[in-house]
Antibody
Framework: QVHLQESGPGLVKPSQTLSLTCSVS??????????WSWIRQLPGKGLQWIGF???????YYNPSLQSRVTILLDTSKNQVSLKLSSVTAADTAVYYC????????????WGQGTTVTVSS | DIQMTQSPSSLSASVGDKVTITCRAG??????LSWYQQKPGKAPKLLIF???SLQSEVPSRFSGSGSGTDFTLTISSLQPEDFATYYC????????FGQGTKLDIK
């Protein structure tokens, strides 16, 4: 059974870089033809897709966040990381990672989410 | 970015009711459309993929239809555990979610 767990600082100062990790168990991030997505949910709001990384390392980011986002694979630890630079209060959200089966199949396994607050 | 517009934004219904939620894409996305259910404090759960395919272990009272720009999610007979927020999501290139439909008890 595949399990995803997000982790990282719950509080980040404005202008700094938000860094989160998604630890994957039950599947290898470097095989299987999967994408690994990051999604966030602003307080009381809907869902915003941040980007994904394919097991080859190819990435695709939300155009509205592209200039500030980096998603990487750490195959030695079976982890997917998210970095979001130059954060502001508008980046305060619950951040989720998810296994993305591709455009035909949706995101079938999600982590529980981690809350990040941007505040000085 | 492809915009996704869901309607209604909120809906009140009773146990046993049939409910339909619609989602309209800003351009043709074929069948690259998924539906998710989210309960408070929980991660979204995949219900439907490829517009009309039921995800494993999702009850058959959930169904999806549509292609191109217009899509629907139907719950044939509402159960108490179905009261939640529902999102559509397109995956034609980038991903975009609809704004959500909150389904609550009448």
């Amino acid at each position: 059974q595949v399990h995803l767990q997000e982790s990282g600082p719950g509080l980040v100062k404005p202008s700094q870089t938000l860094s989160l990790t998604c630890s994957v168990s039950g599947a290898s991030i470097s095989s299987g033809g999967y994408y690994w997505s990051w999604i966030r949910q602003l307080p009381g709001k809907g869902l915003q897709w941040i980007g994904f990384i394919y097991n080859s390392g190819d990435t695709y980011y939300n155009p509205s966040l592209q200039s500030r986002v980096t998603i990487l694979l750490d195959t030695s630890k079976n982890q997917v990381s998210l970095k979001l630079s130059s954060v502001t209060a508008a980046d305060t959200a619950v951040y989720y990672c998810a296994r993305d089966l591709g455009p035909d199949y949706g995101m079938d396994v999600w982590g529980q989410g981690t809350t990040v607050t941007v505040s000085s | 970015d492809i915009q996704m517009t869901q309607s209604p934004s909120s809906l009140s219904a009773s146990v046993g009711d049939k409910v339909t939620i619609t989602c309209r894409a800003g351009q043709n996305i074929g069948t690259f459309l998924s539906w998710y259910q989210q309960k408070p404090g929980k991660a979204p759960k995949l219900l439907i993929f490829a517009a009309s395919s039921l995800q494993s272990e999702v009850p058959s009272r959930f169904s999806g239809s549509g292609s191109g720009t217009d899509f629907t999610l139907t719950i044939s007979s509402l159960q108490p555990e179905d009261f939640a927020t529902y999102y559509c999501q397109q995956s034609h290139g980038s991903h975009t979610f609809g704004q959500g439909t909150k389904l609550d008890i009448k």
